[in-house]
């Protein structure tokens, strides 16, 4: 009897220690893909900044992401993405030569900012857009 109990808890046993290293495992490699992820985006451009050199060099075009409520610069104008809204993407405008605190809204058609859009003088052509995010391509020649 105390042995047929013994073995029936090195299967539990077995299972629950392999689903936990499992998880354990998924997550790290989860984890570890965001932050480099956010590295391979924002630190390269930190770094450029404070520097004082030109985070994108001589590229006519440069693919950025837009992470929602954060304030980005290009060029001319400061943008904030605010997400999507009606089949439409919401962006906050601050123009600096004109008022660089006051935000111009701007309801732009998802198809239309597929095929490219101007604000404030600076183009972008839409790659995606979801609930937290935008990635674009800055065309800095156009």
Do not use: C
């Not at 046993?13 to 490699?29: E, S």
């Not at 570890?32 to 520097?51: P, T, Y």
């Not at 400061?78 to 006051?102: A, C």
Request: hydrophobic share 40%; charged share 30%; aromatic share 12%.
């Amino acid at each position: 009897m105390n042995d047929e109990q013994r073995y029936k808890w090195a299967p539990i046993l077995f299972f629950t220690l392999t689903g936990i290293l499992f998880g354990l495992g998924l997550y790290l490699i989860t984890v570890s893909a965001i932050n480099f992820e956010e590295r391979a985006n924002v630190g390269s451009i930190r770094v450029a900044a404070a520097s004082g050199a030109e985070p994108y060099g001589d590229e006519a075009r440069v693919r950025v992401t837009l992470r929602r409520d954060e304030k980005n610069s290009f060029g001319k104008v400061d943008l904030i993405y605010r997400g999507v809204e009606d089949d439409h993407i919401k962006l906050d405008v601050f123009i600096r030569d004109l008022d660089p605190h006051y935000p111009y809204h701007r309801k732009i058609p998802y198809r239309t900012a597929k095929a490219g859009f101007r604000l404030g003088g600076v183009y972008f052509e839409l790659i995606s857009a979801g609930r937290t995010k935008a990635k674009l391509v800055w065309l800095r020649k156009g």
